[in-house]
């Protein structure tokens, strides 16, 4: 896994060619990740974007996803859950909980009963509807990057990309453990 520096975040430039206007000044609102060619060798890219949002940037099945780094749930490390496919949809799986959020929406996927007196159980998979920020990967000449979905709507995992929680993150991590 790839950790970017802010440093090296910020110094990397927020720009996102356009492929239809080269004459156009590049809109502020992407941000450079790093080389195609990298993110598929590590497979998950963490790294802190415009100075606010902590992004998991993963390469699975041909395919690159963006998201909040942090599981909606409790904070959990997306970036060392697995993926799996439920119901025909690929998740990433909390490895805290087991919480289940679709790379595509971000939505949290729940295993439901309809009749819990039914024998045997008969279970399905439902959404939760939209937990976790999902933002935009573009791909241009080997080089990736991502757009911050922006939306005014509160997104629960939201919650853990303000500075009190990184601090408290800072503090958990850097304050050792005493042994029981």
């Known amino acids: 896994?790839?950790?970017?520096?802010?440093?090296?975040?910020?110094?990397?430039?927020?720009?996102?060619?356009?492929?239809?206007?080269?004459?156009?000044?590049?809109?502020?609102?992407?941000?450079?990740?790093?080389?195609?060619?990298?993110?598929?060798?590590?497979?998950?890219?963490?790294?802190?974007?415009?100075?606010?949002?902590?992004?998991?940037?993963l390469h699975h099945e041909g395919q690159l996803h963006a998201m909040d780094m942090h599981c909606y749930h409790t904070g959990g490390p997306l970036r060392c859950?697995?993926?799996?496919?439920?119901?025909?949809?690929?998740?990433?799986?909390c490895p805290w909980h087991k919480y289940k959020i679709t790379l595509a929406e971000g939505e949290g996927l729940y295993q439901a009963v309809d009749d819990p007196t039914a024998k045997p159980l008969r279970t399905h998979w439902r959404s939760k509807g939209v937990k976790q920020r999902i933002h935009k990967v573009t791909e241009v000449n080997g080089d990736v990057y991502v757009t911050l979905n922006n939306s005014s709507e509160?997104?629960?995992?939201?919650?853990?990309?303000?500075?009190?929680?990184?601090?408290?993150l800072h503090k958990r991590q850097s304050t050792p453990r005493s042994k029981k």
């Open 154 to 168: 509160a997104i629960e995992s939201d919650v853990y990309q303000t500075e009190k929680y990184r601090t408290l």
């Open 81 to 93: 859950g697995d993926i799996e496919e439920f119901n025909g949809l690929l998740c990433i799986v």
């Open 1 to 57: 896994m790839i950790n970017m520096s802010s440093e090296e975040e910020t110094s990397q430039a927020s720009f996102c060619p356009s492929s239809s206007s080269s004459s156009s000044l590049p809109p502020p609102t992407c941000h450079f990740i790093g080389k195609k060619n990298d993110i598929i060798k590590a497979g998950r890219v963490t790294t802190l974007v415009n100075g606010c949002r902590d992004v998991l940037v």
